[in-house]
């Protein structure tokens, strides 16, 4: 069974760094396609961030230049690190795994900017 666990949310000012991990297990997770999305209340859920297995990355327009996802496979792990960050970045993230098709959702990190 797919398992995700995300770390690293908490609060930041405007303008700083954090850093996201998302560790998985129950799958082959070099081969597969994995991402961040991110949800505020009321609003759908939307993409962050992807990278394939090969290592290529697609982000949001709103995060290019700020946000860098990366995968280590060795350790079964995503990254999100994000810069120079807005209070419109306040939301909780998600990373998901993409398997077969279907996505696996972890249970979610709070970040919130704010000064």
């Known amino acids: 069974q797919v398992q995700l666990v995300e770390s690293g949310g908490g609060l930041v000012q405007p303008g700083g760094s954090l850093r996201l991990s998302c560790a998985a297990s129950?799958?082959?997770?070099?081969?597969?396609?994995m991402g961040w999305y991110r949800q505020v209340p009321g609003k759908q859920r939307e993409l962050v961030a992807l990278?394939?297995?090969?290592?290529?990355?697609n982000y949001a327009d709103s995060v290019k230049g700020r946000f860098t996802i990366s995968r280590d496979n060795a350790k079964n792990t995503v990254y999100l690190q994000m810069n120079s960050l807005k209070p419109e970045d306040t939301a909780v993230y998600y990373c998901?795994?993409?398997?077969?098709?279907?996505?696996?959702w972890g249970q979610g990190t709070q970040v919130t900017v704010s000064s």
């Open positions: 998901s795994e993409i398997v077969a098709g279907t996505p696996y």
């Open positions: 129950g799958s082959m997770f070099s081969i597969y396609v």
């Open positions: 990278i394939s297995s090969s290592g290529s990355t």
